[in-house]
């Protein structure tokens, strides 16, 4: 075969198409459909009392609340439900960044699943909690939700902050006799639940606990409360004013205050004051 003849043939074997290389139109389609169909992709959502424990059954757990930040469209709600999670794990274990905080034992958790086309940006919202309403708070924040990438292991984290406060005694509402000397006695714990407490991993030597007793909007007095032992309360004596000078009654207000990691909870009652004429010696009892 002669050099220009070889040439022409060269030429021709490069303009026919390979067939390995041809796409069908008919795969083609078909890989733009698998492409835009609705993939599966789970979240979770985890409700922390901050520098604490887990929100769980204890406490009522916390309510989830998942929305489409584009349409507004509320996407999953539902109850935190579970334990508090592992005290030692949670509390006391050096780990890693990356590594998991809450969910290397059993804790509670939300978990909901959607279809996603496209990355969705939602607001989650939590309230707890639930089992105190006086005590609970909001927290909210947004993430990216892509179609096929799980958050899973701790989920998307938001930490509550503040402290379940409770006046144990005297009951709320319960009338105080002018002149007596009472006892007052509340418990703080964290919205988890876990008592706060001398030499606990919540050490109350330092949060700011202290009572005071008010007519109307006005502060007579300020009472340092100390720890006591029996029913893990703290206490402070005070003595109930006239009833002339406290016509609508009293109330009692006790704040904890931890100034370094910004947890704050505030627990109030209020109070009728009978004159001491009408003292009885019911009156004058504390459970024991």
């Known amino acids: 075969m002669t050099r220009p003849l ?39 959502v985890r409700v922390v009392a901050h520098g604490s424990m887990v929100l769980g059954k204890e406490v009522g757990g916390a309510r989830v609340t998942i929305t489409d930040v584009a349409t507004k469209q509320i996407l999953a709600t539902g109850i935190q439900h579970g334990e508090a999670g592992d005290q030692n794990q949670i509390m006391r274990t050096p780990r890693l960044m990356e590594e998991p905080h809450y969910s290397s034992r059993p804790a509670a ?29 909001r927290a909210s924040t947004t993430a990216w939700l892509v179609p096929g990438q799980d958050m899973t292991n701790d989920g998307i984290v938001l930490h509550l902050y503040g402290y379940i406060v409770q006046i144990e005694h005297p009951k709320p509402q319960e009338p105080l006799i002018a002149k007596d000397d009472v006892m007052l006695r509340a418990s703080v714990r964290t919205l988890s639940g876990a008592l706060v407490r ?16 008010m007519v109307g909007d006005r502060v007579l007095e300020r009472l340092q409360l100390f720890y006591s032992g029996e029913r893990a309360t703290f206490e402070a004596p ?3 004013p006239l009833s002339n000078d406290a016509p609508d ?30 003292r009885h010696n019911s009156s004058r009892t504390e459970p024991r």
Request: charged fraction near 15%.
């Open 6 to 44: 070889q040439l022409i043939v060269a030429i021709a074997a490069c303009l026919i198409p390979a067939p390995c290389l041809a796409i069908p139109a008919a795969e083609g389609a078909l890989s733009d459909l698998q492409l835009n169909n609705p993939t599966p992709t789970t979240i979770l």
């Open 109 to 137: 958790a939300f978990t909901a699943t959607f279809d996603l086309r496209h990355p969705t940006l939602v607001e989650v919202t939590v309230d707890g909690p639930l089992a105190y309403p006086a005590s609970s708070q």
């Open 198 to 213: 001398p030499h606990g991993d919540w050490d109350s030597r330092k949060t700011h606990i202290y009572g005071e007793l």
């Open 238 to 240: 005070f003595f109930v």
């Open 249 to 278: 009654g009293i109330t009692l207000r006790v704040i904890a205050a931890d100034p370094a990691n910004g947890n704050v909870g505030i627990g109030q009652a209020k109070y009728p004051v009978l004159s001491e004429r009408l």
